[in-house]
């Protein structure tokens, strides 16, 4: 039985007890181990966070428009580190203020567009982590896992619910200038909250993700990696990926610097629960990009690889943190079956406590020549002081003569946050 079972939905009670007993441990400093249990537990830390989301949804279709209000309130207590042990909990609640007039994939408006933000309390992360051994941290437990830049492995923050993994991590540093990164997961804890349903909320998982990284050079980082995903509840998603990942910055005259990265990766069907469709598919990713005092622009080429004359022949990234790649209206969440195209222009600024970013994405078939569409995505970002930020975001995404065929349509998202740390 997974660390899901065991882990699995305390009760209103028990999530009472917790939320009120962790604000009143003391929030001293952690940089040394504590003496006793006692003083492990006592001189813990303990954070707080709240962010509320306005996300609103249109759509050229025949489902209601979506106006979703919602308020994700976080508590988390790490303990001080005891005999080379210590613990963590985090446990989040989203709530919807006001009328539902959303889908969340939960509460049944299926008339209306969906916002993937159920309400729900569940714990979040629970672990245990250990580093009595040199260079090297072991974790147990339920655990944020997010991976070089989060295209393959992530925690989709960006929902209101967070990704999370049940399972056995390894972090270890012995040799100079490298990480490796190791876990094995038997449960996949997803965004879709923690009541049951359609999407399934969790997954029963036999997976083995290996990332080794090499920053000793001055044109970068590299990095080398293994995700072998075998998805017993969701066997199409299976797969083994390896691939390598190259990026960095070269800085020219006072404050300006050339970015860079390239990435390369292999997949195909992988364990004993595999999809019954052997296939094998690539992926390539290109960024090139030009930093100047506060102004950055980027050019990049991502290429996910599928074949339209068979089903199931493309590549897969079910792990990921999506909604930072392919544009934020969210449209290619899962990989079309004739695999996609991106090619994507990004600029930024940055001034006081302000960061404006724009991009544009124009999207097509790998295999073909469908046109899937653009999407343009802005996003304000504000600083109001060390605790407090607030955004405006908005994506406009515009079907190509294409994407009729994968069920997209024209869709606007506008999103207002208000974000609160202690």
Sequence with gaps: MGLRHRLKRCTATKYGLIIA??????????????????????DGQTKLSFRYRYEGVEQANSLNDANASTLKSRINYSSKRYLNFKIGVEIDDVTAIGEENYNDTRNGNTNRSVVADPEGTEVNQAWLSYNG????????????????????????????????????????????????????????????????????ADIDTRTHL???????????EISIYGYLIDMLDAPVLSSETYGVRFSGARKFGATSKLLYAIEYATQEDYGNHASQNEY???????????????N???????????????SGQFFRTPLATLHKFNGWADQFLATPGAGLEDTYLSLSRVWSNYKLIAVFHKFGAEDGSDDYGDEIDL????????????????ADYNAGSGASVLGKVDTEKLWFSVNLKF
């Design 379 to 394: 996003a304000l970002t504000r600083a109001l002081n060390k605790n407090v930020s607030i955004q405006l975001k908005y």
């Design 210 to 220: 290996l990332n080794l990284k090499y920053s000793g050079w001055d044109l970068g």
């Design 21 to 42: 007993i962790l604000p009143i441990i003391s929030s001293a400093g952690q940089s040394k181990s504590a003496k006793s249990f006692q003083e492990a537990i006592s």
């Design 133 to 200: 051994i040199s260079d090297t941290t072991l974790k147990y437990g339920r655990q944020r896992i997010n991976l070089d830049n989060q295209r393959f492995i992530g925690g989709v923050g960006w929902r209101q619910n967070e990704q999370t993994y049940d399972g056995f991590t390894l972090k270890n540093t012995s040799f100079r200038d490298t990480t490796i990164n190791y876990a094995y997961i038997d449960n996949i804890n997803r965004i879709f909250g923690p009541d049951d349903g359609n999407p399934v």
């Design 296 to 310: 950055t622009v980027k050019f990049g080429y991502e290429v996910l690889e599928g074949d339209a004359s068979q």
């Design 280 to 294: 094998d598919a690539d992926y390539l990713d290109v960024v090139l990009g030009l930093k100047l005092d506060a």
